[in-house]
Nanobody, 125 residues
Framework: QVQLVESGGGLVQAGDSLRLSCAAS????????MAWFRQAPGKEREFVAR????????YYRDSVKGRFTISRDNAKNTLYLQMNSLRPEDTAVYYC??????????????????WGQGTQVTVSS
């Protein structure tokens, strides 16, 4: 089992940067594929980025490519999301998620077994 706790959210202006962290407890973090999702008010939760267990592969939704970077430190059991050039449309609650089963499908919420409680990111124009 994996417990996940996000941090690092806040209120920023358009063009600013934030780095989100997701601290994991449990033995399976280093062997789990990890992802970030986000959910804006009135919208469905959407995929943002994913990194495989060994950090050799990453994938991003088109709207964040070139601006966001997902990374992980397995020694520290921590997942990161560096967000640069933030836009008002990035405003959402951001969640980290863990997939210890290493599913081939990774851009849907149903592919993840464990979730954090979320951290709010608000970008003002």
């Amino acid at each position: 089992q994996v417990q996940l706790v996000e941090s690092g959210g806040g209120l920023v202006q358009a063009g600013d940067s934030l780095r989100l962290s997701c601290a994991a407890s449990g033995r399976t973090f280093s062997s789990s594929n990890m992802a970030w999702f986000r959910q804006a008010p009135g919208k469905e939760r959407e995929f943002v980025a994913r990194i495989n267990w060994g950090a050799s592969g990453t994938y991003y939704r088109d709207s964040v490519k070139g601006r966001f970077t997902i990374s992980r430190d397995n020694a520290k059991n921590t997942l990161y999301l560096q967000m640069n050039s933030l836009r008002p449309e990035d405003t959402a609650v951001y969640y980290c998620a863990a997939d210890p089963r290493l599913r081939s499908v990774f851009s849907t919420a149903s592919a993840y077994d464990y979730w954090g409680q979320g951290t709010q990111v608000t970008v003002s124009s």
